[in-house]
T-cell receptor
Framework: GDSVTQMEGPVTLSEEAFLTINCTYT??????LFWYVQYPGEGLQLLLK?????DKGSNKGFEATYRKETTSFHLEKGSVQVSDSAVYFC???????????????FGQGTILTVHP | DAMVIQNPRYQVTQFGKPVTLSCSQT?????MYWYQQKSSQAPKLLFH???????NEADTPDNFQSRRPNTSFCFLDIRSPGLGDAAMYLC???????????FGPGTRLTVT
C-alpha cells in the first residue's frame, strides 16, 4: 500500500537558519503530494502541493519539488522564523481509482521549533 | 472567505454520554471527511461522504457515526464516549476525491 516517511524529529533551529525536512513516499502511479502545517491547537493548513513529476510547490518562502526518480518531496526554507514553529506533515493523495482513492496518506509529522 | 468551520472548538463530555460535533463548509465541496488526531500524530481517517454516499473506514469503531443532511453540514456522533476517545477531531473537505483537502480548526474533545 501507499506510505509516506518523514525524517525523524523534533527539529530545532535558530532563527534565519536553513530548513530541510525530508519526505519520501511509496505509491503506485502518480499521486499528488502535499505539505500541511499544524500550529498548536489548530487544524491542518495546506502549505503547498505538487501534482506531477518535477512540479515545484511554493508558499510563504517554503518550497518542495516532486522528484519521481527518488520518490521524494523534501520541504525547504532558506531562512526560518520563530513563527514557523509547528508540526509539518507530508502527505500523498492517489489520483486514480481503488480503495485508497480520495484518502490522504500522511507521514508521521515533524515537530519544528525555531529559537530567536 | 470560503472556509471550513467546526463547532464547538472545545467540548467536554462525560464517559458514556453521547456527544455531537459539527462541521460546516462554504466551499460547496462534494467530499467531507472526519479525522481523529491524538497528540501530534498524523490524523486518522474515520469516514467520509462523497455527496450523500457514506464511506466508513474498516477500523472505525461502531461507536462513531456520521450524518450529512445537506452539502454544507456534516456531523460526527459519538454514541458512548470512552476515555480513549479524547482527541482532536478534524473535519476536512475537497472539491472531488482527487483534489487537495482543506481542514477546519478542529474540535478538542475531553472525556471525564
Amino acid at each position: 500500500g501507499d506510505s509516506v516517511t518523514q525524517m525523524e524529529g523534533p527539529v530545532t533551529l535558530s532563527e534565519e537558519a536553513f530548513l530541510t525536512i525530508n519526505c519520501t513516499y511509496t505509491a503506485t502511479g502518480y499521486p499528488s503530494l502535499f505539505w500541511y502545517v499544524q500550529y498548536p491547537g489548530e487544524g491542518l493548513q495546506l502549505l503547498l502541493k505538487a501534482t506531477k513529476a518535477d512540479d515545484k510547490g511554493s508558499n510563504k518562502g517554503f518550497e518542495a519539488t516532486y522528484r519521481k526518480e527518488t520518490t521524494s518531496f523534501h520541504l525547504e526554507k532558506g531562512s526560518v522564523q520563530v513563527s514557523d514553529s509547528a508540526v509539518y506533515f507530508c502527505a500523498l493523495l492517489p489520483n486514480a481509482g481503488g480503495t485508497s482513492y480520495g484518502k490522504l496518506t500522511f507521514g508521521q509529522g515533524t515537530i519544528l521549533t525555531v529559537h530567536p | 472567505d470560503a472556509m471550513v468551520i467546526q463547532n464547538p472548538r472545545y467540548q467536554v463530555t462525560q464517559f458514556g454520554k453521547p456527544v455531537t460535533l459539527s462541521c460546516s463548509q462554504t466551499l460547496n465541496h462534494n467530499v467531507m471527511y472526519w479525522y481523529q488526531q491524538k497528540s501530534s500524530q498524523a490524523p486518522k481517517l474515520l469516514f467520509h461522504y462523497y455527496d450523500k454516499d457514506f464511506n466508513n473506514e474498516a477500523d472505525t469503531p461502531d461507536n462513531f457515526q456520521s450524518r450529512r443532511p445537506n452539502t454544507s453540514f456534516c456531523f460526527l456522533d459519538i454514541r458512548s464516549p470512552g476515555l480513549g476517545d479524547a482527541a482532536m477531531y478534524l473535519c476536512a473537505t475537497s472539491r472531488e476525491k482527487a483534489y487537495e483537502q482543506y481542514f477546519g480548526p478542529g474540535t478538542r474533545l475531553t472525556v471525564t
